[in-house]
């Protein structure tokens, strides 16, 4: 009976269940922390009953990874970009979940102790993380410069490619990406690394049907922003940039896969370097093709794309290389099975992301999505309910503070930022006055990124969304209307429904 039931929890997820794992000769025990303590083992019931937080808990006798990898040179050509990346295995060194969990905190000294030591180890995640998005968000940001020095039309074609259907589409597939996460995260710390490979594979499959499905939004861009009501010489410029831009949505579909694979595992050092050189090239690539040979809009949908597919190609044989160990065992036909449990696990991820825009106001705040991902996910896989815990706490108290920070400096200097962006006396006057409400909202916004992370690593994707449309449709809207409108309180209104919609995505976690 309790197999029974544990099997059919794992299959809702699109995970192997512990049937399947005999083939192999292993045996693997699944138990989920909602489960009432009667049904898991005496040994077991302590651990549980002081901590409510994980989804999984996996035990069993496993092998181990080893806690560090070499990063192999490798060398491939493009028609115009090379990327070489040679590193040593200290660089590159990892992390796994400990062996027994953290003890119970029963003061203030137990409770600093514990929580200096979980700060080493996210921060050890979030910085190279926070680097990394960085450096991508970059890619974009830099090809839109360049574009401004083309034409108006140019520079108003790629923005509206690169921030309505582009980020869509992005958020889309890093929601449905996000599933992998949780299943990854949850292995990789219960020891089952041989899993890791197949839940990758079975995520590619998925997100390149989901490519499939979104090419059509770029093909007929033209027409669905005529619809919308654009005008015509932008909604033309911008349907022939997104058709241009179709391989970028498939490298979305491997790159998504894989970084989170790397992830699970604490492989961020090597997405940072890719993600570090490729800008570096992006950035030169651009200026040769867009200015220095006049291509225009072709050479930013060039570079564009070759970056991306670089960071593809380039990560995809770092794991494919032997540096991964039992994680990657090569392709499987495994990787088509469950695919319709793993969809919805995906489809949850993504209506718990998609609808929130990234902005660099929150790249660093991302950084730490990524880390306490990792880390709750990894304990929470290797039964530590209690240093999950504490990983949220560090990883809420750090985000707090990052936003208080960045909040007190707009706030001190808000008679000055403001000229940076606007000559107009009545813009900067506005936005100074608007700067307590924005650092407000950043604060909050600063937080949410890292209580998505949470529900990544725990797997609580499903909730979230039902929190996000609530928070959306029935408080932040209705509130902003009545605010705007019927105590006509403007674009200050505008803000404050905005924030609730955030904080309703992110009372737990973010809607993206």
């Known amino acids: 009976m309790q197999a029974s039931i544990v099997e059919e929890r794992i299959r809702r997820w699109g995970g192997d269940t512990d049937t399947e794992r005999r083939v192999k000769g292993r045996r693997l025990s699944h138990f989920f922390l909602s489960t009432t303590p009667s049904q898991f083992p005496k040994h077991q019931r302590n651990s549980l009953n002081s901590n409510k937080l994980g989804c999984v808990i996996m035990a069993g006798n496993s092998s181990k990874l080893p806690i560090s990898c070499l990063c192999n040179y490798y060398e491939f050509i493009f028609t115009i970009l090379t990327i070489a990346t040679t590193t040593t295995s200290s660089f590159f060194a990892t992390f796994k979940a400990d062996s027994n969990d953290i003890p119970p905190i029963t003061g203030v000294h137990d409770f600093f102790r514990e929580f200096y030591s979980e700060f080493k180890k996210l921060w050890y995640l979030a910085v190279p993380a926070i680097f990394t998005s ?72 998925i997100l ?9 939004v770029y093909i007929f861009a033209e027409q669905i922003l005529s619809l919308i009501g654009q005008s015509p010489e932008i909604s033309k410029a911008t349907g022939k940039f997104s058709i241009w831009m179709i391989p970028q949505l498939f490298a979305f579909a491997g790159i998504f896969p894989v970084s989170k694979f790397l992830q699970a595992q604490s492989k961020i050092m090597v997405m940072m370097v890719i993600s570090a050189v490729v800008l570096v090239l992006h950035t030169l690539f651009s200026w040769l093709l867009m200015l220095k040979l006049g291509w225009g809009l072709v050479g930013a949908a060039v570079v564009l794309n070759a970056s991306w597919w670089v960071i593809e190609v380039s990560q995809f044989l770092y794991v494919v290389s032997g540096t991964c160990g039992r994680a990657w065992s090569g392709f499987s036909w495994r990787a088509f099975q469950n695919l319709w449990a793993f969809v919805r696990l995906s489809l949850s991820s993504a209506l718990m992301l998609c609808m929130n825009i990234l902005s660099w106001a929150v790249m660093v705040s991302m950084g730490l999505n990524t880390a306490i991902s990792v880390r709750v996910s990894n304990e929470l896989g290797a039964g530590h309910p209690r240093s999950a815990q504490i990983s949220l706490f560090v990883a809420v108290i750090s985000g707090f503070l990052i936003g208080l920070v960045f909040s007190l400096i707009l706030i001190f200097t808000r008679d000055q930022y403001p000229s940076l962006f606007s000559k107009d006396k009545q813009v900067r006057d506005l936005v100074s006055a608007l700067t307590p409400l924005l650092a407000i909202s950043l604060t909050t916004d600063s937080i949410q990124p890292v209580l998505s992370g949470v529900a990544i690593g725990a797997g609580w994707q499903s909730v979230v969304v039902y929190v996000n449309i609530a928070c959306y449709y029935i408080l932040g809207i209705p509130l902003g209307l009545i605010l705007a409108y019927k105590f006509d309180k403007g674009i200050k209104a505008s803000i404050v429904e905005e924030r609730i919609r955030r904080w309703g995505g992110d009372a737990v976690p973010d809607p993206e």
């Open 208 to 216: 390149h049907m989901t490519a499939l499905i979104l090419m059509f």
């Open 134 to 205: 960085i450096c991508q968000y970059f890619l974009g940001g830099i090809t839109q410069l360049f574009c401004g020095h083309i034409s108006t039309i140019a520079q108003a074609a790629f923005s509206v490619e690169d921030y309505v259907l582009g980020l869509f589409s992005y958020g889309a597939m890093l929601g449905m990406g996000s599933a992998l996460e949780t299943l990854c995260g949850q292995a990789y710390g219960a020891g089952q690394t041989d899993m890791l490979g197949v839940y990758m594979q079975r995520s590619m499959v």
